[in-house]
């Protein structure tokens, strides 16, 4: 099977060190480990190619005008018109895999055209979320390019539940989409697990300071702020448990001013961005690990930390956030506090800092529940099981 795999977003960074970039590097590793031959399209590629994707055909669409927002997306969208023909120029198909993005729709058409199967992948209501964070220029071209890429894919993949709902919204859609989250490299995530499975063992942890840990952008609808705050009333109660935040992002500033004014300063620890293969490393220093999202009206999120957590074997402490509770399983591979209490966050972690069995025990059944149902490979494999019952669809 040849595939065209199109990443068309400016935003996204195909080798970056982004959740978003890890997605589209993880799906094409797993693709070449079925043995398939993937010709990447991307609009930015923001760093270089890592080893196991060093042989594959890359193609990068020129750079988009920065002089203002609507320029900008006209730009993209006049851009359709030489994507597709480059895609024409690059040979026949048999799958074309495109990561929705606002402004592009010659993946969809081309397949469409080309008598091949197109499949979206959809990560999050991107018209309502620009409307909501940033600023959503042509709305009315946006809306109509959503219609025809939802109608025209012949099978779309959502990441969550939440973005599932938000697609059947559209009558194009209705009956073609599947649920498939994200995933994990179990392999990378081997070493840190095997370093927190030995540090579990040991009935005397005195010799060090636990550490309370969160991965991933900080971004408000993390919610680390909400973690920071329960992190603080732990210390006011007496427990000696540092804290590490591995990640950047636009609430740093913010975040170290609420934590100097508690004065914890000292007792955090801020990593700053951190390349894909460097997270292991950082997840073997934590003891517990975290996902404070706060209430949202549509969580459509399917967090990479959460499957990397318990890839490395890590009791997690999770709010009770859209789907999250059918991830998180409460008592088994982990704890569901409460959104938007931190009290009631930080009784969780308590409750885990004065029982270090029941926090390796959790650990454990993570990284059972990670090597059982979340690892990349098996998300390749539904996808492709979705491209060959399309491709079968096609040939009748």
Request: net charge negative.
């Amino acid at each position: 099977m040849r595939v065209a795999y199109i990443c068309a977003d400016p935003g996204i960074p195909v080798f970056g060190t982004k959740g978003a970039s890890v997605h589209v590097q993880e799906v094409i590793k797993g693709m070449l480990q079925r043995g398939l031959e993937v010709v990447l399209f991307a609009q930015r590629l923001g760093g270089e190619v890592p080893p196991e994707l060093s042989k594959i055909e890359i193609h990068e669409f020129p750079d988009l005008t920065n002089d203002s927002q609507q320029k900008r997306a006209a730009a993209a969208i006049a851009a359709n018109e030489s994507v597709e023909k480059l895609l024409e120029s690059a040979g026949d198909f048999d799958l074309v895999y495109e990561r929705y993005s606002l402004w592009s729709k010659a993946g969809m058409a081309f397949a469409r055209k080309h008598q091949c199967v197109g499949i979206l992948e959809v990560n999050a209501p991107l018209i309502e979320e620009q409307k909501i964070h940033r600023e959503l220029p042509l709305e009315a071209e946006a809306q109509e390019i959503a219609k025809f890429v939802f109608s025209h894919a012949d099978a779309m993949v959502a990441v969550s539940p939440g973005v599932k709902d938000y697609l059947e919204t559209f009558s194009g859609a209705k009956g073609r989409v599947h649920v498939i989250a994200n995933g994990v490299d179990l392999a990378r995530f081997a070493s840190a697990a095997n370093q927190n499975a030995v540090k579990f063992q040991q009935q005397d942890n005195t010799a060090s300071t636990p550490v309370l840990g969160f991965l991933g952008t900080l971004k408000p609808w993390h919610g680390v702020s909400g973690l920071v705050q329960a992190w603080a009333l732990l210390r006011k109660e007496g427990y000696n448990v540092n804290l590490l935040i591995v990640g950047d992002g636009p609430q740093h500033a913010t975040l170290s001013e609420e934590i100097a004014q508690q004065g914890l300063s000292d007792f955090v620890h801020f990593t700053g961005s951190v390349a894909p293969e460097q997270v292991p490393e950082w997840l073997a220093r934590m003891d517990i690990a975290t996902a404070p999202y706060p209430n949202q009206d549509r969580f459509y999120f399917s967090p990479l930390k959460i499957y990397e957590y318990m890839a490395a074997g890590l009791p997690i402490i999770a709010t009770k956030v859209g789907h999250l509770s059918s991830i998180i399983e409460n008592g088994y591979n982990g704890i569901l506090a409460e959104a938007d209490n931190p009290q009631n966050m930080a009784e969780a972690i308590a409750h885990l800092l004065d029982n270090p069995s029941e926090a390796k025990r959790l650990g454990t059944n993570a990284r059972l529940t990670a090597e059982q149902n979340h690892s990349w490979l098996s998300v390749v494999d539904r996808i492709l099981q979705i491209a060959r019952n399309c491709q079968e669809k096609l040939h009748t």
